[in-house]
T-cell receptor, first 113, second 108 residues
Framework: DTEVTQTPKHLVMGMTNKKSLKCEQHMGHRAMYWYKQKAKKPPELMFVYSYEKLSINESVPSRFSPECPNSSLLNLHLHALQPEDSALYLC????????????FGSGTRLTVV | RKEVEQDPGPFNVPEGATVAFNCTYSNSASQSFFWYRQDCRKEPKLLMSVYSSGNEDGRFTAQLNRASQYISLLIRDSKLSDSATYLCVVSGNEKLTFGTGTRLTIIP
């Protein structure tokens, strides 16, 4: 299995809703990531989990809350989002070793209304 | 100054032509270097890693110059399926940093 699986593929949520994005990989990768990508822009790092511990938070607002239940799963809990949070949310994983690239999931396209 | 800089293009190139992309990075402590390809409304996919000795994968050749902090990608005999955005990516301190991407369109 060489894939990163993200669910749902599309999500529309209101500003008062609570929802979660899910990510799963079975490649034995020990680092997992959340990226946010707006249209015509490159992906921007949000969070890094290394060996199931949060190692980097790129000053992301608290309305985004990551969770890593185990080495294969990564969640992103969403609450009280704003319309400007609408974007493609990408999960990635890597071996956390020098020279190894990241494998990205196909993303969740989020629209906040 | 951005951490990773690329010419955003767009590059419109006839099929069969050779096209070159360049990229510079600002952090001399960066450890690993990659080219990713991203199709419209899809996720980025690893095209190739980049090494100082230069590396080739079929029609694609990548080169890293650490002294100049410069990365390049050459595509020979371009195909229609090469149309995509090419992202220069630099790794260090547990994270990937992306360039803005260069949009390539191959014209029949």
């Amino acid at each position: 299995d060489t894939e990163v699986t993200q669910t749902p593929k599309h999500l529309v949520m209101g500003m008062t809703n609570k929802k979660s994005l899910k990510c799963e990989q079975h490649m034995g990768h020990r680092a997992m990531y959340w990226y946010k990508q707006k249209a015509k822009k490159p992906p921007e790092l949000m969070f890094v989990y290394s060996y199931e511990k949060l190692s980097i938070n790129e000053s992301v607002p608290s309305r985004f809350s990551p969770e890593c239940p185990n080495s294969s799963l990564l969640n992103l809990h969403l609450h009280a989002l704003q319309p400007e949070d609408s974007a493609l949310y990408l999960c990635a994983s890597s071996q956390a070793k020098k020279g190894f690239g990241y494998t990205f999931g196909s993303g969740t396209r989020l629209t906040v209304v | 100054r951005k951490e990773v800089e690329q010419d955003p293009g767009p590059f419109n190139v006839p099929e069969g032509a050779t096209v070159a992309f360049n990229c510079t990075y600002s952090n001399s402590a960066s450890q690993s270097f990659f080219w990713y390809r991203q199709d419209c409304r899809k996720e980025p996919k690893l095209l190739m890693s980049v090494y100082s000795s230069g590396n080739e994968d079929g029609r694609f050749t990548a080169q890293l110059n650490r002294a100049s902090q410069y990365i390049s990608l050459l595509i020979r005999d371009s195909k229609l399926s090469d149309s995509a955005t090419y992202l220069c990516v630099v790794s260090g301190n547990e994270k990937l940093t992306f360039g803005t991407g260069t949009r390539l369109t191959i014209i029949p």
